[in-house]
T-cell receptor, first 112, second 113 residues
């Protein structure tokens, strides 16, 4: 089992819709969770971090964390074509605090 | 926000030569920096973790004598690809830990001819 798992997609949504991206992780004791966006040919960009159970909203983005079920999700409301990118989930595991474990990423396509 | 710079952004070198890539945290001190490699359409692959003032920790399968990492200060880490070969052509990305998050540099595209 990989430490962090994501569906590779592609996930296609129409413009204006809600895109839902999911991520599961293996270490129940993990404390820090991050979502990065990576455009093709570019480096990842941090868009959200979450540390407590529940929802955290920032503009059109909402991160959701459920530690009991070991999953973290990212919702993008009013999706725009410019949101088309690969979204990477990253987790800071308890047993190796100095390392970030990345999922393989979910490719999102937002169709005009 | 936290900014990480990387230089050069693109480099072409001949097989057998060495290339040095610099990574700097511009507005924060980073006790830990990371070096990743990414091939086209593939996932990020962590190469090594470097802590200021100590030897880097390399991931399994990464040749430490080929990929030399120096974390000279809290704002600067360098990656030197020694005796580069065409198979080393890739997108190299550094990142810096600004507690508790990790911020990426813009990446260096290396082409070895």
């Amino acid at each position: 089992q990989k430490e962090v798992e994501q569906n590779s997609g592609p996930l296609s949504v129409p413009e204006g819709a809600i895109a839902s991206l999911n991520c599961t992780y293996s270490d129940r004791g993990s404390q820090s969770f991050f979502w990065y966006r990576q455009y093709s040919g570019k480096s990842p960009e941090l868009i959200m971090s979450i540390y407590s159970n529940g929802d955290k909203e920032d503009g059109r983005f909402t991160a959701q964390l459920n530690k009991a079920s070991q999953y973290v999700s990212l919702l993008i409301r009013d999706s725009q074509p410019s949101d088309s990118a690969t979204y990477l989930c990253a987790v800071n595991m308890r047993y190796n605090f100095n390392k970030f474990y990345f999922g393989s990423g979910t490719k999102l396509n937002v169709k005009p | 926000g936290a900014v990480v710079s990387q230089h050069p952004s693109r480099v072409i070198c001949k097989s057998g030569t060495s290339v040095k890539i610099e990574c700097r945290s511009l507005d924060f001190q980073a006790t830990t920096m990371f070096w990743y490699r990414q091939f086209p359409k593939q996932s990020l692959m962590l190469m090594a973790t470097s802590n200021e003032g100590s030897k880097a920790t390399y991931e399994q399968g990464v040749e430490k004598d080929k990929f030399l990492i120096n974390h000279a200060s809290l704002t600067l880490s360098t990656l030197t690809v020694t005796s580069a070969h065409p198979e080393d052509s890739s997108f190299y990305i550094c990142s810096a830990r600004g507690e508790p998050e990790q911020y990426f540099g813009p990446g260096t595209r290396l082409t070895v001819t």
